[in-house]
């Protein structure tokens, strides 16, 4: 059984793999102030309900995108499991082939995203899309070479953002309103964040169709990635493991 864990900057998805099968999944949020025995417990929680111990995981590989907490994780890692985890950076073959002006500054997320991306799909031009705190647009060409993308500020942010920086605005559901036209003040809000950001997906992404002057498949993942693609014909496939099964190739490459 193989354990891998993607941290966010608001939530922790992790699995276990066994015999290259994504058997069981779980979400968790992130919190930076845990120590690894409070981490350790939750995990042995969710395990515990479909009958896992700790001594039943032989390998362990970790991505993340918030610094602060990997200490603690890998501490965890190292008391609980007895296992030294590998953790996506330096040191660690992806077999991606980055073409960014500092190769370094590509976040975890978005070279797993990649490699799982190719490994599914490959053979293709692909654009990644994945709906998390922030939103990430990767392109990878039909040589497999990533070649860049965007970054734009999530949902979950901006809606914040209203209600923290407009006093009368209220927090909302994120969810499909019945109308595009709000008949009152969360119906409008509703309208504007999730046909905003379809609209900002079909920009984006039909923008850098233009630049590249090639077909892509379209690939969405993350939690919101369904809601939005509902909305659009933009996106050809929605996959919400993505990043977890990038996670496990890249735990392979490296054996």
Same mark, same amino acid.
């Given at each position: 059984m193989i354990l891998v864990l993607n941290v966010g900057n608001s939530n922790i998805a992790l699995g276990i793999y066994v015999k290259d099968k994504l058997t069981y999944h779980w979400r968790m949020e992130t919190d930076r102030h845990k120590t690894e025995d409070e981490y350790a417990m939750q995990i042995k929680s969710f395990f515990a309900h479909v009958g896992i111990e700790?001594?039943?995981?032989?390998?362990?590989?970790? $991505?993340?995108?918030?610094?602060?907490?990997? *200490? =603690?994780?890998?501490?965890?890692?190292?008391?609980?499991?007895?296992?030294?985890?590998? =953790? =996506?950076?330096?040191? #660690? %073959? @992806?077999?991606?082939?980055?073409?960014?002006?500092?190769?370094?500054? #590509?976040?975890?997320?978005?070279? =797993?995203?990649?490699?799982? !991306?190719?490994?599914?799909?490959?053979?293709? /031009?692909?654009?990644?899309?994945?709906?998390? @705190? !922030?939103?990430?647009?990767? *392109?990878?060409?039909?040589?497999?070479? *990533?070649?860049?993308? !965007?970054?734009?500020?999530?949902?979950?942010? $901006? @809606?914040? +953002?209203?209600? @923290? %920086?407009? $006093?009368?605005? /209220?927090?909302?559901?994120? +969810?499909?309103?019945?109308?595009?036209?709000?008949?009152?003040?969360? +119906?409008?809000?509703? +309208?504007? #964040?999730?046909?905003?950001?379809?609209?900002? #997906?079909?920009?984006i992404v039909g923008r850098m169709k233009e630049q590249c002057k090639e077909e892509p498949l379209v690939i969405a993942t993350g939690s919101l990635a369904k809601l939005i693609s509902n909305e659009t014909k933009i996106i050809d496939v929605v996959d919400p493991f993505l990043t977890l099964k990038g996670l496990h190739v890249i735990y392979k490459r490296n054996q």
């Open positions: 700790f001594e039943q995981i032989e390998g362990i590989i970790i $991505s993340s995108v918030v610094p602060p907490i990997m *200490y =603690v994780l890998e501490e965890m890692c190292r008391k609980y499991f007895h296992i030294k985890p590998y =953790v =996506v950076g330096p040191g #660690v %073959k @992806t077999g991606l082939n980055i073409k960014y002006d500092n190769p370094k500054e #590509v976040g975890a997320d978005r070279i =797993v995203n990649a490699v799982a !991306a190719l490994n599914e799909y490959g053979g293709q /031009p692909l654009i990644v899309i994945d709906f998390g @705190t !922030a939103i990430t647009y990767c *392109y990878i060409n039909e040589k497999g070479d *990533y070649m860049g993308g !965007a970054i734009a500020p999530g949902i979950a942010i $901006s @809606t914040e +953002s209203l209600f @923290t %920086k407009a $006093s009368k605005l /209220p927090r909302i559901e994120i +969810s499909r309103p019945s109308n595009i036209i709000g008949k009152n003040t969360i +119906s409008a809000m509703q +309208s504007g #964040v999730l046909y905003g950001f379809v609209g900002q #997906v079909e920009g």
